[in-house]
């Protein structure tokens, strides 16, 4: 007979270690064999000082392996499942490292620390921090659970700024050095991996050294939970060293099932102390049960085999000729990775990375007596406050609008979040470095008295470090030799190689430095302009054509055109001076059309549809001459200045020399960005030098024009008496920055209290103090297309002329229409009005095709039409009558 009989016996019994808080569990699986009565199925989960135990267990024929609980005994004892061809099941070895490719037959119950770790990582972003200090006890199980960490935690742009490692068994001395040195570091976020042997004196510790007061975050792996569940009932003296601590603990779903086991379980054991991993190992012996059972199901069967490379050595006291190898090893593990059944941890399903499916936590937030619950993670949507296995029917979502917890009391009894970082007591003060600069000092540069430097960023900086909610100790350092400008991409890099922690000053920030350090919001605009001399624009004879642009002139002169045209062919049939031989016409309509420029036009509209064309387009013109003069007016009393240099594509295509201050990011731009040749740039140390190269110029040993950012050259410009000028657009758009090493959470405050500064108008005034200009020069470049008037500005216009011409010909054309066809039964059309049309005449009439009888009607007078029409109607009013007479002798001749 194959698989359980009904008379299988389970028991279990747990008995609690003191030093380790976690259970020890010994299972046997008794049942009645008829086949391979020797099958034994063992669990290895005691501790002990060596590994004879559990290798005392192997010598025995073992299908399978349940434990160990530790981690680095799962490390060895997997080596010899390996080659054993036994699986080994470990309901309390969490260590990520077991899960690779390395041990194959090594299979956890319980969840992997991996996704713990991930659920951490997501527990800080989630509250905006940015470095962690990790506290592990150094063995495989603290480290690679910290090593992992580290990882999910770079993938939210966080890590771990500090690690704090200590050996296993450590003693209260050396955990209160270790707490001293982690109480020196900036952040206040403390992450504690360890096992519960030593977990509870680190808090102890941490508190005698108040660091467990207002500021501070505790977050502690499931170690702690597993502690407190096997505690039960919880002394208040341990509750008190725990006040507001966030723990993580295995989330199993609540079951009939579930209740059933826990309420045995308080009958069984005391004292009551229960925690997650007893059901992992019950449901991890189910496991093993529910394969075997399939195992014999599908008719296979269970023998061994010796390895011939294993021999029995005169040196060592382990029987390595007694181990048999589980042949039927490999068969038989594809079965238990493919079982999927309900357990009391939830459903029993293995991944392709042999890892329990639907991993999920529970954030546990300690106060008052005990442990409450403030939400919820899986891997499927990440936090909640719903379960998990409610979450599981819909789809996914773990965007950051749809985490959600239940508030938390942080330790020291407060409900706002902690800023998770300060400036530690002991710590180093803040190291600013400020470029030594040797040219516009008003920006930024050396001063005798303290804080050793002065200027517009400075004080800008001062200003928002003052409305941090913080102490900042800092102390400045000057960075350049005071004889050039330095190098301000060193002056970053030097932050980002930490030996600044900060650099304030006139910094520009650009795509390369922002890969490097962390920026704060710009506290001044900024961007690179081109600087030329410039000299008066001279007059032209033809400078009344430029108020329009020849697209402009060309449509208005269309229109004149056009609108006369309409205006004749309304007016034609009415109006005597709009009649005449050709070439009068003609001459008509030129002049009409022009005169209406000057509204000189002498000519008078009778028709009501020219009335109304000539209305709209005069009221065109009214705009355009009114237009045209305020443009020909500022053009010929504006005093205006030219420059041959248009701006920084004029540079490009040249092959002049182009000024660039020393020490700026524009010279690097200029060469990468815009491909001007190295050769062409010249460096200019300080305002003097600008002048000086501007002056002589190209061909005196100068410069064509000077490329710099906007602050500097409106500071030049004020002092240089209006003798150069902008010209063209600004070409990049920046602005000025703090730079900051990257993710320094200094950053952000700095930024929001720049903000601040800008809100109130506390920028402006410290800009008022440090940058009043000298001279403001009025006379602008002289730009003809940006000046000039063009058809953009009067489309409107011309459309709604356009408009009306097109609605009055239309109504004009079938008013003709309607007489063509009322003349069309008459035989002619060519003679006046009054005569009778003649036979040939008559045999033609009038035909609706006839283009040209069409036009014939349209030159004719209004009157003359009318007459016709009236003579039409005269005529069938004469025929209808004698119609009727002949008719009605007719019918009195009859008898």
Not at 389 to 402: D, G, Q, T, V, W
Not at 668 to 683: H, Q
Request: proline share 5%; glycine share 8%.
């Amino acid at each position: 007979m194959s698989g359980f009989s009904s008379r299988t016996i389970l028991s279990l019994e747990e008995r609690l270690n003191p030093r380790l808080w976690r259970p020890w569990m010994t299972l046997t699986v008794i049942r009645q064999f008829s086949v391979a009565p020797n099958l034994i199925l063992s669990s290895t989960t005691r501790i002990a000082a060596d590994l004879s135990a559990p290798w005392e267990l192997m010598e025995t024929e073992v299908v399978a392996a349940i434990g160990p609980q530790s981690s680095g005994i799962a490390h060895i004892i997997s080596h010899v499942s390996k080659e054993l061809h036994v699986p080994l099941l470990s309901f309390g070895a969490t260590d990520p490292t077991l899960s690779s490719l390395q041990y194959p037959y090594f299979l956890r119950t319980t969840q992997n620390d991996c996704f713990q770790m991930n659920a951490i990582a997501d527990f800080v972003s989630h509250f905006g921090w940015r470095e962690i200090v990790a506290i592990f006890v150094d063995d495989e199980y603290g480290r690679n659970g910290i090593s992992v960490l580290g990882d999910a935690l770079s993938k939210k742009r966080a890590k771990i700024s500090y690690k704090a490692g200590f050996t296993p068994g450590a003693d209260k001395t050396a955990i209160n050095d270790l707490l001293v040195s982690v109480d020196l570091v900036e952040s206040r976020v403390y992450v504690v991996h360890v096992n519960p042997d030593s977990g509870l004196t680190i808090f102890s510790t941490a508190k005698s050294l108040g660091m467990m007061g207002s500021g501070h975050v505790w977050i502690a792996t499931d170690w702690l939970p597993t502690a407190l569940d096997s505690m039960e009932p919880v002394g208040s003296d341990t509750m008190d060293l725990l006040q507001g601590v966030v723990a993580f603990r295995h989330y199993t779903p609540e079951s009939d099932k579930k209740s059933r086991f826990k309420t045995r379980w308080m009958n069984l054991v005391r004292p009551n102390g229960f925690n997650s991993y007893a059901l992992y190992a019950y449901d991890s012996v189910w496991l093993v049960a529910r394969a075997l059972e399939a195992f014999f199901n599908h008719g296979n069967s269970v023998s061994f085999s010796t390895d011939p490379n294993l021999r029995q050595t005169n040196s060592s006291a382990l029987k390595l000729s007694t181990l048999g190898v589980f042949n039927e090893g490999e068969r038989f593990l594809q079965i238990i990775l493919g079982m999927n059944f309900t357990g009391l941890t939830g459903q029993i399903q293995f991944d392709s990375d042999k890892n329990r499916v639907q991993p999920a936590y529970d954030v546990l937030n300690i106060e008052g007596t005990g442990p409450r619950r403030v939400g919820y993670w899986s891997n499927y949507s990440g936090f909640s406050l719903e379960p998990p296995e409610k979450l599981y029917s819909k789809p996914p979502n773990s965007s950051a609008a749809n985490q959600r917890l239940y508030g938390i009391i942080w330790p020291g009894e407060v409900t706002q979040t902690p800023r998770g970082w300060v400036f530690p007591n002991n710590g180093k003060p803040l190291r600013i470095v400020v470029p030594n600069r040797v040219s516009y000092k008003d920006y930024v540069s050396k001063d005798k008295n303290p804080p050793g430097v002065r200027g517009y960023c400075i004080d800008v900086f001062e200003a928002a470090i003052t409305l941090l909610p913080y102490p900042v100790p800092r102390t400045y350092i000057l960075y350049g030799d005071g004889k050039k400008n330095p190098s301000y991409d060193d002056l970053v890099y030097g932050v980002a190689a930490n030996s600044f922690d900060v650099a304030v000053g006139d910094i520009t920030i650009v795509t390369n430095r922002t890969r490097v350090v962390d920026f704060t919001q710009p506290f001044m605009e900024s961007g690179l302009v081109v600087v030329a001399p410039v000299k008066g624009a001279k007059s032209s004879p033809w400078s009344f054509l430029k108020p329009f642009t020849l697209e402009m002139w060309i449509v208005t002169g269309s229109f004149f055109l056009f609108v006369g045209a309409i205006v004749w062919i309304l007016e034609h049939r009415f109006n005597e001076e709009f009649r005449g031989p050709p070439r009068r016409q003609l001459i008509t309509i030129f002049w009409f059309s022009f005169s209406t420029m000057f509204f000189s036009h002498r000519e008078n509209t009778v028709s009501t549809l020219g009335r109304l064309v000539l209305i709209i387009w005069m009221f065109v013109v009214l705009i355009i001459n009114s237009s045209y003069t305020a443009s020909l007016t500022s053009i010929l009393t504006v005093q205006q200045l030219t420059s041959r240099i248009e701006g920084i594509d004029t540079l490009i295509s040249s092959s002049e020399p182009i000024g660039v201050q020393d020490g700026s990011f524009a010279w690097k731009y200029l060469i990468n960005e815009l491909n001007i040749s190295p050769s062409r740039l010249v460096s200019l140390r300080d305002e003097e030098e600008y002048l000086s190269a501007l002056q002589r110029g190209p061909r005196g040993g100068g410069v064509a024009a000077i490329v710099d950012e906007r602050p500097y050259i409106e500071l030049f410009l004020s002092n240089a008496n209006c003798k150069f000028r902008m010209v063209g657009q600004e070409f990049t758009r920046t602005g000025w920055g703090f730079a900051f090493q990257r993710d320094s959470p200094l950053a952000v405050d700095m930024s929001t209290a720049i903000l601040q500064l800008s809100e109130e108008g506390e920028l402006q005034k410290i800009h008022n103090k440090w940058l009043t200009y000298k001279h403001e020069c009025s006379m602008q470049i002289s730009d003809s297309e940006d000046t000039q008037l063009s058809l953009k500005s009067f489309w409107g216009l011309f459309l709604m002329c356009g408009t009306a011409c097109f609605l009055a010909l239309t109504v004009f054309f079938c008013k003709i229409f309607c007489q063509y066809q009322r003349l069309r039964p008459e035989g002619g059309i060519e003679g006046r009005a009054g005569d009778e049309p003649g036979p040939s005449r008559s045999r033609r009439g009038l035909r609706a095709t006839s283009f040209k009888d069409l036009i014939k009607i349209a030159d004719r007078r209004e009157a003359e039409i009318k007459e016709m029409l009236k003579q039409k109607s005269g005529k069938k009013l004469k025929g209808s009558q004698s119609s009727d007479g002949n008719s009605h002798s007719k019918n009195s001749e009859t008898p």
